[in-house]
Structure formats: structure tokens, C-alpha cells
């Protein structure tokens, strides 16, 4: 079927008052299908689709999405809006087994692959700290989707078993790369090691902050996290390394001209500037110690992640072409080295921005 009638026969199983006119690709998703459904009335929606083979869950993931977003919306916190279908539920079935949710569009909004100002940076960590800040005292429960996303030591047994079926060819394409895997991850424990002795608590997070998940205004106020897939428990410390480790990076996760990957420090100062304001009374001591190693962390466990796919010959991450997920991996591998770089200035500003 025609892709365009095809999500017009989806959308027409939500219920709203709204004709289908034609829709936008929203591309920027490594996972699932997203699409902007353009309508007659003055409000246009999100179409996406699940991917069922990352996300095997389909409807927890819904209902964890449709849960946090109401308990939000009751707190008058700005977020996304699902829309029920005719049949009350949340998400529709199509005859491939695929799972749809629909959400209002927000208009008069945007989103930055790359941060250009550190007024955007300022505004994405106050949005990452407001949205941790409202959800701390989430108690219902949210299913875990992805279990052990963030856990280092997962992601390493993952690497460890796509090392023993890949090809020969890409593991000598990635040689270099599995060694530094194998020469670092025992420093990037860090943070799981902390969370096992207790040290650091477990919360509701977002635990996709990348810069294109953070919705703007065009005054580049923001105004939400969007993507809320993955929301379910972690730590701070995900959702505040993962954020710098797009915003502060000079070039876009796919770029392959590595001179062009540095880490801006300005830009990591207004981020953790906003993020600490709008967490302040929430944050603990023991987060705000491990809160400059979260980012060489969380660089790495993408690294990591794209440098398994590729040994894994491409099964999880949508890629464009055959070296894609390993040019994902060196550009991960190449900004934590840059991050490495500034460590001192990094542990030096946040040590004088809470005492
Ligand atoms: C994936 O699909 P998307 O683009 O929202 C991935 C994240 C990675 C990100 C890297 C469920 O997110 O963990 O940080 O790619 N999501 C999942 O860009 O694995
Ligand atoms: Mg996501």
C-alpha cells in the first residue's frame, strides 16, 4: 500500500476531529518511523510507528509514554499530548504487527541537530533538569522497555558476543577501535558501580537527551523533551552525559571529518548552569560527584553501542550505508577524547558551580 494512504488509515483510527491533508518524514530517528501529519484543522500530529525489533514491548512503550505525559500534564508541566483511538486504547496494530501512537504536534516549534549559541545550550539543561525534576516523584510503575540500556556492563557482554560472530573483515576494519573498547571499560564502570554500592539512586529519566529531543520555540526557549520511548528508571548522571555529549560536540554524530569534532566547553558551562538550576533541591551530593565522569561515559557507551552494531553487521541502528555505524563509533571514540581533554576544566567548573 501507498505510504500516504497507508498513515492515512492509520490516522484516521485516533480519535480527532481533524481530516488528514498530507504528511512530512521526520528523519533524524535512528530507530523508530516518525511522520508529521499535516491536517485542515489548527492542529497537525506525530504519526510514529514502534520498531518492533528494538522495542519488543511496543505497547509498554506506549503506555510508559502515555503514563509520564499524563502525570506531567497534571502538573501543568508542558509536554507531549497522546491522542486515544476509537477504541480507547493508545495505539493501533496495523496488519504487520507494527504498533502506532499519535501525539499533538506542538506548533510554531523546533529542534537543532547541533547547538550554534550557548543561550540554546543554557535553555536544553534547563529543560533536561525541569523534566527530571517533575518526574522524580513519579511512584507508578513504568515497565522497563529496554532493559539494562544504560548498563555498561550489558553493553559490554553485547560487544563480547558480536565479537565472537563477527566477520573477519569488519573486525579488522574496527581492530583499532575494539581495542580501546578493551582498554577503557573498565574505567567507564564508574557510574554502574556507583549505582550497584547504592551511591546513587535510581529515578524516572528520559534517557534519550540528545540535543534533537529537546523541543524549542522560535524564541529557542525550550519548552520539552520529546521521544519518550525510553523513559523508564536510570540516573541522572544518563540523561546529563548524554545531553552534553550532543550538544557539545562540534560536529553531528554522523560526521566523518574528524577534525571536526571538539568539545565545547562554553557550551558544556550554560548546559550545566541550566541543568543545575532547574534540579538544585532535587540533585544529591553523590550525583553531583559523578556528574563530570557521566560525560566521557556516556560517549562511550555509544561508541561502544554503534562500534557492536557494525561487528553485528548493522541489525539495530537504521544506517545509510556499510561503514555507517563504525563512522558512528570513531566519531563517539574521537569526541571522548576531546572530552578527556578538558577533565580538569570540567570537574573545576562544576566543583565551583555548587559549593
Ligand atoms: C537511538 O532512535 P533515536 O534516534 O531516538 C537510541 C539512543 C541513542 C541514539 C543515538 C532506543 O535513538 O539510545 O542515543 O539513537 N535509541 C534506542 O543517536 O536505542
Ligand atoms: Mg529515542
Known amino acids: 500500500m501507498e505510504l500516504k494512504q497507508k498513515l492515512l488509515n492509520i490516522f484516521n483510527q485516533f480519535k480527532t476531529d481533524a481530516n488528514f491533508k498530507g504528511f512530512q518524514t521526520f528523519s533524524s530517528g535512528h530507530i523508530n518511523d516518525t511522520y508529521l501529519i499535516i491536517t485542515n484543522s489548527s492542529i497537525n500530529y506525530v504519526l510514529q510507528k514502534i520498531n518492533g525489533t528494538v522495542f519488543k514491548k511496543a505497547i509498554d512503550v506506549i503506555h510508559n509514554k502515555v503514563k509520564i505525559s499524563d502525570f506531567l500534564l497534571q502538573k501543568g508541566v508542558k509536554t507531549i499530548r497522546f491522542i486515544p483511538t476509537n477504541k480507547n486504547t493508545f495505539y493501533i496494530e496495523d496488519k504487520e504487527n507494527n504498533y502506532w501512537n499519535l501525539s499533538e504536534f506542538i506548533e510554531n516549534s523546533q529542534t537543532f541537530l547541533q547547538v550554534n549559541s550557548n543561550d540554546i545550550a543554557y535553555q536544553a539543561g534547563l529543560a533536561t533538569g525541569t523534566f527530571l525534576a517533575h518526574t522524580t516523584d ?36 574496527a581492530i583499532k577501535w575494539i581495542s580501546l573498547v578493551k582498554e577503557t571499560i573498565e574505567k567507564m564502570m564508574v557510574i554502574e558501580n556507583a549505582i550497584q554500592l547504592k551511591k546513587i539512586p535510581l529515578r524516572v529519566t528520559h534517557n534519550d537527551t540528545k540535543i534533537s529531543n529537546i523541543l524549542f520555540n522560535e524564541q529557542n526557549e ?107 563509533a570513531i566519531n563517539q571514540f574521537t569526541l571522548l577524547q576531546k572530552v578527556d581533554a578538558y577533565e580538569h576544566e570540567i570537574n573545576d567548573y562544576i566543583k565551583s558551580a555548587t559549593t
Not at 555498561?152 to 565472537?164: D, G, H, I, V
Open 138 to 173: 513519579y511512584t507508578d510503575n513504568l515497565v522497563e522497555v529496554l532493559p539494562s540500556f544504560h548498563s555498561m556492563s550489558f553493553r559490554f557482554q553485547e560487544f563480547q558476543n558480536a565479537l565472537t560472530s563477527a566477520s573477519k573483515t569488519r573486525k579488522e576494519k
Open 222 to 328: 525550550a519548552i520539552c523533551l520529546i521521544d519518550l520511548d525510553t523513559v523508564m528508571q536510570g540516573s541522572i548522571l544518563f540523561d546529563y552525559g548524554d545531553a552534553l555529549r550532543t550538544i557539545c560536540s562540534t560536529a553531528s554524530e554522523d560526521e566523518t571529518d574528524l577534525s571536526l569534532i571538539n568539545f565545547n566547553v562554553e557550551y558544556f558551562k550554560n548546559y550545566t548552569k541550566g541543568f543545575l538550576k532547574s534540579i538544585s533541591t532535587q540533585i544529591t551530593k553523590e550525583e553531583l560527584f559523578y556528574l563530570p565522569k557521566s560525560i566521557s561515559v556516556m560517549v562511550f557507551i555509544m561508541g561502544l553501542r554503534f562500534l557492536t552494531d557494525y561487528l553485528n553487521n548493522d541489525i539495530y541502528y537504521k544506517t545509510k550505508y556499510s561503514e555507517h555505524n563504525i563512522d558512528r
